[in-house]
Every structure is written in C-alpha cells, then in structure tokens.
C-alpha cells in the first residue's frame, strides 16, 4: 500500500467554488461534514485564486479551535495586528480598524482571509470576520463543518447571499474507487469499495484510517492482483482513540444516547424514544451527531430508524463500550425479543448479534429470522454465523431445516457448493420424516428444499441435467398429489429457466408470446423466465420482442427481492447482453452493466459487472479499456465464480487480448474456455463460440474456418438465427472460397428475412461483399459493422511496436471510422486522434488511411 494517501482532484466542485468566489462580493463558504475533504478543497481553490490573480493575493488566516471556542477573540490575532481592541468600545469600531489596517497593509493589493473550522471560532472571532467582509475590500475564503452547530454571524452571510456557499459531499462511489486504486496500487473489487463507502459514508479520512487498519490486519488482501475484503471490515485503535476523544466532548445524557444507537443501530424510533429524551433527541439530531432515516421491516413495511452519521463510529463505541454497560444498553433497550413487524431487517440482525454479544440466549426460531433477514440483505457472513448459531441452539425440527436452507443458500454463494449440498440433504431427509399436518404448506416447503439443492447442483456442480430431471421428479410426484395451479406455473417457470440457463431455449421459445402479452408480473414465479426468454429471442434474432418483454418486466423484478433475490440481475444482464450483440451499443451504454441495487455489492456481481462494461467497451473498439477491465474480471472470476459466467468472460478477454496484441495470452485464453466448465455460461454460448471464432481466425488458426461452419450448423439446428447469421459472416471472413462454393450468401439472405437485430443488414453486406470480392462494399460493409460493435479478423493488430492506444486508433481506422467518429468513440480530440494515427503511419511505413488496413496484414503474416 502507498506511505501517502492520494488527493482526488474534484473538478466540479472546484470550478463551482471559484465562480462562487469570483460571483459575491464577500466570497465563497465550503461546507461539509468532517472527512468531506473541504480543507482539501480550500487548499485547492485558493491555489487557483493565486494563479489566476492579476496580483499577488494578501492571505490572511483564520483558524477555529475546540481549546479557545469560548476565548473573546481568541482566533482573531492576525486581523488585529498592531490594534488595540480592548480599547475599542464596539464591534463595528473594531471592525472597522481592523478593516482599514488590513487594506493599509496590503497596498492596494487583493485581500483575501482564509478561516479553517469556521464552526470552532468564538463568537467574538466570527463576529470580527463577518463585519469586516460586509464593509468590502476583503474575501473570505470559509471552511466549515456542516453538523456542528454555526456562528450566526457568519451564517448571516450567506443568507444574505454576500458570500457564496458550496455543499461539500462525501465521496462518492467512483471517487472513493479511483482513491482506492491510487492507494492501494492496483484494482479494488467493487464489493471492497462499496463495504468501505458504507462504513466511512464516503468520509475521506475514515476511509483512509479504515483501509489501512485493515491491510495491516490483512483483512484487506491482494489476490491475483486484485484488493479484495477476505473478513469483516474492523477499525484500529487509532479510529477507536478518535471516536474516543469526540465521545468527551458531549454530556453524559448525550453519551448515553450515541453508545444506545451505535449499539443497535438501526434502531427503530418507537423503540428507542422510551430511553432517550425528546430534548437530547432533538438536540443531537439537529447537530447531525444522530440521523433518521427510513428502515425495511420484515413485511416490507418502511419503518423511522435511528443512526449514528457513519456505521465505523458505531463499530468504534462497540468496541469502546465495556461488556457490562453493554449488557446493560440491551437490558434498557430490549427487555424482551422485539416484533419482527416493529424491527428493520437490519435492525433484527444487529439485535441478534448484539444478544450473542452479551451471552444471552435467543430462541432459535429467532434467531434464524434474523439469518433470514441477513440473507435478505446480502450479508453473507452474519446470515452464515447465525443460521450456525441456530442450529446449534438445538432447535425443533422446522426451525433446523429453515436453519439448514439459509445456510446451504449462503454458502452456495460463497462458491462452497459441497458443503451447501450435505446441509440441504440434511434438510430434506429431516423434512421427510415431519408430520405433513406440522409443516403448512408442506408442499411448498418440498419445493423450496428441491429448488435450493438443484440450484446448487446446476450452478455449483455444473450438474444442470440432473439438476432438471430432479426438479422434474419433484414436481411430478407433487402434481399428482393434487398440486395447485401456483405450483404448476411455478413449475413451468422453473423448467423454463432451468432449460434456458443450460442452453436449451426451446421451453422459453415456446413461452415467449405469453410472455409478451399476460400480466405483469402475472406470478412472482414468472420472473424467473423473463431472462431465460430475453436470451432465448435475443439469439433468435427477435430483438425488438426480447426488448419488449424486458421492459416490461426490469421494473417489477427490480423492486422484487424476496423469493427470488437475483432475478433482477438475471434480467438486467440478459437486456444488456441482448443490446450489445445486437448492435444496439447506444441502450447498452445507457443501460449499463451493473446489475447491482444499491448496498447490495457481492463478489459475483463485481467480476459481472467488469466483464459486461469490459465486453461493452470492446463492441465500442475501446480495447485497451476493456483489456484492463477483463482482466480484474478474470482475477475476480478466479477467486470464486458461484454461478458459472467465467467461460463468457474468458472468450471476450481472448478476443480483447488478440486486439491490443497479446497474442500468447489470447491463445492461452481460447484453451482456457475449451477446459472451463460451462456452468450457467451455457445461455451465452453463441456470443462465445463467436468470440473464440473470431481470436483464432486472427491468431492464424486453421480451425477458425471448421469452428465457424460447426457453429452455423449448431445454430442452425436450435433455430439461433442471429447467432447463425454471425457464424456465417464468421465463415466467409476466415474461407471465402468455401463460403462462396456452399451457398453461404443465399442462406444469410434467407436469415435476414427472419432476423430484425440492427447488425443483421450490415452482416449480410459483408458476406455478400466477401463473396462478390468487391473491395470497396467489403470496406464500407466492414466500417458498418464496426459501429455495430463487431470486429472482424482483417482488423487486428499485429506484431509492430504500437502502443495501445495507437493500436486501437489503427484498429478503428480499418473499420472505416473517421477521426471524428474515432476521437468520440475513445472520449479523446480529434487533433490526438491525428498525433496518433501520423505515429502509426510512421511505424507501418505508409501515408495514407487506405493503406493501414494492408499494411497491418502484411505485418501480420
């Protein structure tokens, strides 16, 4: 980890900053919370006034301090050089002398006072530096901390808008990964970022006290070259010493209402008020030392929470709190188990876990409520530790098998399916021997162990058709029991997913216009074929369906988080996917990649995430960027892939590496994905069948051809007509001659009738282009595809000394890209993309953009 923290130069604010300054007469106030980075930005804005100043600037400096707060003019000895202010019988005279000695001094030059912790200064002090700003002259330049509470004479000031004021927020999530990264050397997992965000609220010094707590305690580690959390996030004595020095500054009564809330936060306010006064209360709210906010009951009722402003505060008075006075908070606060209704889903784990704390008993039953409300969360870990804690507690029979599937889910998604397989096992065998007329509805309950176990199976053990046949099975023996039509939709839903995750679409073809046309979300069983369906078209080559349905349907899986956790990340992948191998780049981009709601970041939707945006900036012939992203995806992917996406991310890399002229990696990729097993993959696998077509075709293999014929025909056979379609350009790319001899023209033109996807026309153009051996149509057919997203091997770079970003330019001027359309595809000058397009020119030996796409060929053989 780098000795110095990085700055993050926060261009925004600090234009806004210096127009504010530059627009009122009196200046400019930077306000935030502590850790904001206003100190940082003051710095910033007045290295900016110096440099644009005519004249060199007078700085006069200010600086509040908790030690003189209550000191008459404490902060004030650089303004009242040379003045005698006890001799001064009013303010406005001192204020006034002040003002005058200042200009005197100055000379004629700028004045300018600077004022740190505006929010710490005597009234005196603040008084001092707000009259002397309304007699003119002189600027201020403020900062102070939003949640303290603020000296009206300076908050006078920009009520009556003689001073400008500027809102500092904390980091946001880009901002405190690109710190990260900086920091940390190399790239961060997305679920390290988010967890640090959350504990610090994008607080620049928690964060930064925080990471390197946690890289000492190597709870922070580096694996295969990326940073990633292996354990919960812990602050050091240092942060504990912080939080400690803040804690004196209160009253005993204040103190004991932040150690209640850091305890068991967040807690409900009905059930915090009987211990905390309406007076305390409202004063700490008012100084943003509490927050309210809005919790999730288990019945997914909004409940008002009490918070403290960042969870590491909390994490450091837990520490602090000495077991006995801890004991003590929970005996005040929860005399008795609270009601799931009257508790957030968070507050019923930290309620839970502050209960183990103390050594105190917790029924099973709910204990394994609060595990379910972790897994609803996405905590992984508490959702192991207390299905475990439940389990142990000896619990009755259903509580143990609710227990056991909590924990088997858990773990399935900690990539530990053998495990996740003997506790659902244990589950069943324990289910079966239970009276039916104790389990109600025990059929459900079957079908929910079974559904659990053939996930694992599938997506663990990549074992989908006995997965299937299981399912099957199951629901067979159900339905002839005298199952109800909710289980037969559930079924059918099921099988269709199954199927479609195993890469047969056929139950999903066949469900498609019912899809399309019944009710929204017609059962919550029916979401989980909405992705499966999307695919399903999407190869096809019924695109404008596909992207019907998905808009249809992203909204309510979206907001549908209970049964079926994932399918909203399901459906929003399988639309993004879907735009991008049909040409729609714009709406993929738009869209994005991030399947992720809000707080809920996990290991599997990090590498998902930087391989969809990397297979996204590759269709844009970005490739250097999408490299980079590839390969954080495949060290993500290494570390633990739950679900079987790898292979998909290994063939776009293969074929990313081949472009920016790693041609040894992307060999070592395409046997890789031949040697990867499948998984839930399988629904991608025309878009990797394609990608591995492609790299081989331009590493020179002589299978390219053979791969491109096999891929038509297995396409052919399953009616993919899109992924046919491709195939077939595919075919003609790396064999004219054969393409030409078997008819491959007149059947994508037969393909084109059936397909609507926006790159179909372009395909088909290169194809005939191919076979009519008209150069100039295969040019403008080549650049039509490029904007498209598709790349084709005559495009590659080869084995000259080009950097990466002249290996994309050269790249993108084959496709027939002009520098414009160049310089805003890769968010660069049109007078960059010159510089660079005259090095590559130099380096291939020719003068002119006709000439580079032979050029690179022959450099290439």
Same mark, same amino acid.
């Given at each position: 980890m780098? !000795?110095?923290?990085?700055?993050?130069?926060?261009?925004?604010?600090? !234009?806004?900053?210096v127009?504010?300054?530059?627009?009122?007469?009196g200046g400019?106030?930077?306000?935030?919370?502590?850790?904001?980075?206003k100190?940082?930005?003051?710095r910033?804005?007045?290295a900016?006034?110096?440099?644009?100043?005519?004249?060199?600037?007078?700085?006069?400096?200010?600086?509040?301090?908790?030690?003189e707060?209550d000191?008459?003019?404490?902060?004030?000895?650089?303004?009242?050089d040379?003045?005698?202010?006890?001799?001064?019988?009013?303010?406005?005279?001192l204020a006034k002398a002040?003002?005058?000695?200042?200009?005197?001094?100055?000379a &004629?030059r700028?004045?300018?006072?600077?004022?740190?912790n505006?929010?710490?200064?005597d009234?005196?002090?603040?008084?001092?530096?707000?009259?002397?700003?309304?007699?003119g &002259?002189?600027?201020?330049l403020?900062?102070s901390?939003?949640?303290?509470?603020?000296?009206?004479?300076?908050v006078?000031?920009?009520t009556?808008?003689?001073?400008?004021?500027?809102?500092?927020?904390?980091?946001?999530?880009?901002?405190?990964?690109?710190?990260?990264w900086?920091a940390?050397?190399?790239?961060v997992?997305?679920?390290?970022?988010?967890d640090? +965000?959350?504990?610090t609220?994008?607080n620049?010094?928690?964060?930064?006290?925080l990471?390197?707590?946690?890289?000492?305690?190597? =709870?922070i580690?580096?694996?295969? #070259?990326t940073?990633?959390?292996? $354990?919960?996030?812990?602050?050091?004595?240092?942060?504990?010493?912080?939080?400690?020095?803040?804690l004196?500054?209160?009253?005993?009564?204040?103190r004991?209402?932040i150690?209640?809330?850091?305890?068991?936060?967040?807690?409900?306010?009905?059930?915090?008020?009987?211990s905390?006064?309406?007076?305390?209360?409202?004063?700490?709210?008012?100084?943003?030392?509490?927050?309210?906010?809005? #919790?999730?009951?288990?019945?997914r009722? !909004?409940?008002?929470? +009490?918070?403290l402003?960042?969870?590491l505060?909390?994490?450091c008075?837990?520490?602090?709190?000495?077991p006995?006075?801890? /004991?003590?908070?929970?005996?005040?606060?929860?005399?008795?188990?609270?009601?799931?209704?009257?508790?957030?889903l968070h507050?019923?784990?930290?309620?839970?876990?502050?209960?183990?704390?103390?050594?105190l008993?917790?029924d099973?039953?709910a204990l394994t409520?609060?595990a &379910?409300?972790?897994s609803s969360?996405?905590?992984?870990?508490?959702a192991? @530790?207390?299905? =475990?804690?439940?389990?142990?507690?000896?619990?009755?029979?259903?509580?143990?098998i609710?227990a056991?599937?909590?924990?088997?889910?858990?773990?399935?998604?900690?990539?530990?399916?053998?495990?996740?397989i003997?506790?659902?096992?244990?589950?069943?065998?324990?289910?079966?021997?239970?009276?039916?007329?104790?389990?109600?509805?025990a059929d459900?309950? %079957?079908?929910?162990?079974?559904?659990?176990?053939?996930?694992?199976?599938?997506?663990g053990l990549?074992?989908?058709a006995?997965?299937i046949?299981?399912? $099957?099975? %199951?629901?067979? *023996?159900?339905?002839?029991?005298g199952?109800?039509?909710?289980?037969?939709q559930r079924?059918?839903?099921?099988?269709?997913?199954?199927?479609g995750?195993?890469?047969d679409?056929r139950?999903?073809l066949?469900a498609?216009e019912?899809?399309?046309?019944?009710?929204?979300?017609?059962?919550?069983?029916?979401?989980?074929?909405?992705?499966?369906?999307i +695919?399903?078209?999407?190869?096809?080559?019924?695109?404008?369906?596909a992207?019907?349905?998905?808009?249809?349907?992203?909204?309510?899986?979206?907001?549908y988080?209970?049964?079926?956790?994932?399918? #909203?990340?399901?459906?929003?992948l399988?639309?993004?996917?879907l735009?991008?191998?049909?040409?729609r780049l714009?709406?993929?981009?738009?869209?994005?990649?991030?399947?992720?709601?809000?707080g809920?970041?996990?290991?599997?939707?990090?590498?998902?995430t930087?391989?969809?945006?990397?297979?996204?900036?590759?269709?844009? #012939?970005?490739?250097?960027e999408?490299?980079?992203?590839f390969?954080?995806?495949?060290?993500?992917?290494? %570390?633990?892939?739950?679900?079987?996406?790898?292979a998909?991310?290994?063939?776009?890399?293969?074929?990313c590496?081949l472009?920016v002229?790693? /041609?040894?990696?992307a060999?070592?990729?395409?046997?890789r994905?031949?040697?990867?097993?499948?998984?839930?993959?399988?629904?991608?696998?025309?878009?990797i069948?394609?990608?591995?077509?492609?790299?081989?075709?331009?590493?020179?293999?002589?299978?390219?051809?053979g791969?491109?014929?096999?891929?038509?025909?297995w396409?052919e056979?399953?009616?993919?007509?899109?992924a046919?379609?491709?195939?077939?350009?595919?075919?003609?790319?790396?064999?004219?001659?054969?393409?030409?001899?078997?008819g491959?023209a007149?059947?994508?033109?037969?393909?084109?009738?059936?397909?609507d996807?926006?790159?179909?026309?372009?395909l088909?153009?290169h194809? @005939?282009?191919?076979? *009519?051996?008209?150069?100039?149509?295969?040019?403008?057919? !080549?650049?039509?595809?490029?904007?498209? &997203?598709?790349?084709?091997?005559?495009?590659?770079p080869?084995?000259?000394?080009?950097?990466?970003r002249?290996?994309?330019?050269?790249?993108?001027?084959?496709?027939?890209?002009?520098?414009?359309?160049?310089?805003?595809?890769?968010?660069?000058?049109?007078r =960059?993309?010159?510089t660079?397009?005259?090095?590559?020119?130099?380096?291939?030996?020719?003068?002119?953009?006709?000439l580079?796409a032979?050029?690179?060929?022959?450099?290439?053989?």
């Open positions: 780098s !000795t110095s923290w990085p700055s993050l130069r926060r261009e925004r604010l600090l !234009t806004a900053a127009a504010a300054f530059a627009d009122r007469r400019v106030v930077l306000r935030g919370q502590t850790g904001a980075g100190s940082h930005l003051l910033e804005v007045r900016e006034l110096n440099r644009v100043a005519p004249e060199p600037i007078v700085w006069l400096s200010v600086a509040g301090t908790r030690e707060e000191n008459a003019l404490a902060a004030a000895d650089t303004l009242l040379g003045i005698d202010a006890p001799a001064m019988r009013s303010g406005r005279k002040a003002h005058e000695a200042i200009l005197e001094t100055a &004629g700028p004045v300018v006072i600077e004022v740190e505006a929010q710490l200064l009234s005196d002090s603040a008084e001092l530096v707000a009259r002397i700003a309304r007699l &002259g002189i600027k201020l403020v900062a901390r939003s949640t303290a509470p603020q000296r009206a004479a300076l006078s000031l920009w009556d808008e003689l001073v400008g004021r500027i809102d500092v927020p904390t980091l946001a999530p880009d901002e405190l990964e690109t710190i990260l900086s940390l050397g190399g790239p997992e997305s679920a390290l970022t988010r640090v +965000l959350y504990a609220g994008g620049v010094g928690l964060a930064r006290q990471v390197r707590a946690n890289v000492a305690a190597e =709870t580690v580096q694996t295969n #070259g940073w990633i959390r292996r $354990g919960r996030l812990v602050p050091d004595a240092h942060l504990i010493d912080v939080v400690t020095a803040e004196g500054r209160y009253t005993p009564e204040d004991h209402a150690e209640l809330v850091a305890l068991s936060e967040p807690v409900p306010l009905a059930i915090a008020r009987p905390i006064g309406a007076d305390t209360l409202d004063r700490l709210t008012t100084a943003g030392v509490l927050r309210v906010t809005r #919790g999730r009951s288990a019945n009722a !909004t409940l008002p929470v +009490l918070r402003p960042h969870p505060y909390a994490d008075i837990r520490t602090m709190v000495t006995a006075r801890s /004991h003590a908070l929970h005996q005040e606060v929860y005399p008795e188990a609270p009601r799931a209704s009257r508790q957030t507050g019923l784990v930290r309620w839970a876990e502050w209960t183990l704390e103390c050594g008993d917790i099973p039953e409520l609060a &379910g409300a972790a969360n996405g905590d992984y870990e508490a192991i @530790d207390l299905a =475990t804690a439940a389990l142990d507690a000896r619990p009755s029979p259903i509580v143990r609710d056991l599937a909590i924990r088997a889910r858990e773990l399935r998604f900690r990539d530990r399916p053998a495990q996740a003997r506790d659902v096992e244990d589950a069943i065998t324990l289910q079966r021997v239970i009276p039916t007329d104790l389990m109600h509805p459900d309950r %079957i079908l929910d162990l079974h559904d659990l176990r053939a996930d694992i199976e599938q997506y990549n074992e989908a006995h997965a046949e299981l399912m $099957g099975q %199951i629901y067979t *023996e159900i339905i002839q029991r199952g109800n039509m909710d289980q037969v079924y059918r839903m099921s099988r269709i997913a199954r199927h995750w195993s890469g679409f139950p999903a066949a498609a019912e899809l399309a046309s019944g009710p929204v979300p017609g059962s919550s069983w029916t979401l989980q074929a909405v992705a499966p369906v +695919l399903a078209q999407t190869w096809r080559g019924q695109t404008a369906q992207v019907a349905i998905s808009e249809r349907y992203r909204p309510a899986a979206s907001a988080d209970a049964a079926l956790p994932r399918v #909203g990340a399901e459906i929003h399988s639309t993004f996917l735009h991008v191998v049909s040409g714009g709406e993929a981009r738009r869209l994005g990649a991030d399947p992720r709601p809000p809920g970041a996990t290991r599997l939707d990090s590498a998902l930087f391989a969809g945006e990397a297979r996204l900036l590759s269709a844009e #012939g970005r490739w250097h999408a490299d980079e992203k390969r954080i995806a495949r060290q993500l992917f290494e %570390i633990r892939d739950p679900s079987g996406f790898s998909w991310a290994f063939a776009s890399e293969a074929h590496a472009m002229g790693d /041609h040894e990696r060999e070592a990729l395409c046997r994905v031949d040697h990867t097993p499948m998984r839930a993959s399988r629904a991608f696998e025309a878009d069948r394609a990608q591995v077509i492609t790299t081989l075709s331009g590493l020179g293999h002589r299978d390219a051809p791969r491109a014929i096999e891929m038509s025909l396409a056979e399953r009616g993919h007509y899109l046919e379609l491709w195939a077939l350009d595919l075919f003609a790319v790396t064999s004219p001659r054969l393409a030409r001899a078997s491959t007149e059947r994508a033109h037969v393909l084109l009738e059936l397909v996807a926006p790159v179909a026309p372009s088909v153009n194809i @005939d282009a191919i076979i *009519e051996t008209d150069s100039t149509l295969e040019k403008a057919a !080549t650049a039509q595809l490029a904007r498209f &997203g598709r790349w084709i091997p005559s495009s590659m080869v084995h000259v000394d080009l950097s990466p002249e290996q994309e330019v050269a790249s993108l001027v084959t496709a027939g890209l002009s520098s414009a359309a160049i310089a805003e595809r890769l968010h660069v000058s049109t =960059t993309v010159e660079h397009l005259s090095r590559v020119y130099a380096k291939l030996g020719v003068n002119r953009r006709s580079v032979e050029a690179l060929r022959k450099h290439s053989a």
